[in-house]
């Protein structure tokens, strides 16, 4: 028994959780015309189902979306979901002869005792002897010492194995360990070495708890029902919204276009004829990939349109930037203020050094008086070690003449702003509101333009 490969992929990616298209097609490097063309067909036979909410903000669920609504969830436009069905699900157990036997969760380490330091773990699953193997195995598997004396079994009637599967009968075991910082030297005993090695070897076994089926990879199997839909379709020319858009998107770092386009919600027609546009004018310019090991890959490339189409679809890797002439055409439609320009980087985030870099010593010093109540991390007094960068590479494209940079120590924050409540000190609720208010203004440093 055969399925095609795209709409096995959909029905394989719901098959625990509900999921969403952008994702598959993301995952699985598809293209949106794949994705539309077999989740069309799974809704019409009644494999999958969807839900959403309307303009009224009323839920919807349980309906099969057309054609135009699967295209408007993969271009960010429709909140929506999709599921199996029992059918669905039926059709998968056919395809791939699930043993569900093997099937089991394993929630580690969810809970901690305060007072003894212990940890609590549960497993669920309908084979005794399987839990019993995991358990004997959790030293090797998730370096836990097992605390024997506080496993406690139980019997479950039909259990939920997943939103659209009800077994019989399982069985659920708790248990309390701690963890151990595992380090395999030169002095590890052999047999802790074998045991080791049996132990993954055997629970790799039972992990796959069913056969993947045969799959037709032949395209023309699945646009017999519907033609694909060319990028074009949707539009003829450019939009100067969107392209802004792309061009506003890479002004401090590389990005790929189908980040960019799922995040600002723009379908992929209309982000691969900006892209082209911007391209074509030498506004923006690629780094290509030959794979994901390709850690360098090929700059100053310039897309074509088929280029940012397999881009899009996820069959060619690659990231895009503004060239010069690219960002002096975003400065002229944001107009930004570069004496506000400042980047807190307590994360390491490429391509800036550590620590918090602008072009204001005196912006960045006011940050250092308030971090703490309104970053994730806050530095620590004392440890402040300023540069001044003279020139001041502020972008990748953008060199200022005069910038500082200050690295420090840091900690994570202990002030949680969502836990103000009506308890809280009035000097502490003002001193966060007047921080906020700052720092929100200095973080818009540049005008988005408006568009009719």
């Known amino acids: 028994m ?56 009323e839920n919807i669920r349980g309906v099969a979306l057309t054609i135009s609504q699967i295209w408007a969830s993969l271009n960010g436009k429709l909140n929506a979901f999709y599921y199996l069905t029992s059918q669905g699900g039926a059709r998968w157990e056919g395809l791939t002869g699930a043993n569900w036997n093997y099937y089991h969760k394993w929630c580690l380490g969810y809970q901690r005792d305060e007072i003894t330091g212990l940890f609590r773990s549960e497993i669920i699953c309908c084979s005794q002897q399987i839990m019993q193997e ?41 248990y309390q360990h701690r963890y151990f910082e595992l380090c395999i030297d030169s002095n590890t005993p052999k047999e802790w070495i074998e045991k080791d090695r049996q132990a993954k070897q055997w629970y790799s ?55 960019v386009a799922y995040s600002e919600h723009l379908s992929h027609a209309e982000t691969a004829l900006a892209a082209d546009s911007l391209f074509q004018k030498g506004d923006i310019k690629a780094i290509v990939f030959a794979d994901e090991y390709d850690a360098e890959g090929t700059p ?70 308030v971090d703490s109540l309104i970053l994730i991390h806050e530095h620590i007094p004392g440890t402040e070690k300023w540069n001044v960068l003279e020139p001041f590479q502020a972008t990748y494209w953008k060199t200022l003449p005069r910038g500082y940079h200050v690295s420090c120590e840091h900690k994570s924050s202990d002030f949680c702003p969502w836990k103000l409540d009506d308890n809280t000190p009035v000097e502490i609720v003002e001193e966060y509101k007047q921080a906020s208010e700052w720092y929100e203004n200095v973080k818009k440093w540049y005008t988005d333009p408006s568009f009719d």
């Not at 792309?246 to 276009?257: A, E, F, P, R």
């Open 2 to 57: 055969t399925i095609n490969r795209v709409e096995y992929l959909m029905i394989l990616s719901a098959l625990t959780e509900t999921e969403i298209f952008i994702n598959v097609a993301s995952d699985w490097r598809l293209s949106h015309a794949e994705v539309v063309s077999a989740a069309n067909r799974l809704f019409q036979s009644g494999d999958i189902l969807a839900a959403f909410s309307n303009e009224n903000g």
């Open 134 to 174: 995991i358990i004997n195995y959790c030293e090797y598997l998730e370096n836990q010492i097992l605390i024997s004396e506080t496993c406690f079994w139980e019997d479950i009637g039909f259990w939920k194995a997943t939103y659209w599967k009800t077994l019989p009968k399982a069985y659920k075991v708790t």
């Open 205 to 259: 076994e039972i992990s796959h708890w069913y056969t993947e089926p045969e799959l037709d990879t032949n395209p023309s199997s699945l646009f017999e029902d519907i033609a694909p839909i060319s990028y074009a379709a949707l539009a003829e020319t450019p939009n100067s919204k969107v392209e802004y858009l792309l061009l506003k998107s890479v002004v401090i770092n590389y990005y790929g276009l189908e980040s």
């Open 300 to 369: 100053d490339v310039v897309l074509t349109i088929a280029g940012i189409q397999d881009h899009l679809d996820g069959r060619l890797k690659a990231s895009y930037y503004l060239t010069p002439q690219g960002g002096a055409k975003w400065e002229a439609m944001a107009h930004p203020a570069w004496n506000k320009f400042l980047i807190a980087n307590f994360l390491n985030i490429f391509p800036y050094e550590e620590g918090i870099i602008g072009t204001e010593r005196e912006i960045i010093e006011q940050l250092l008086a």
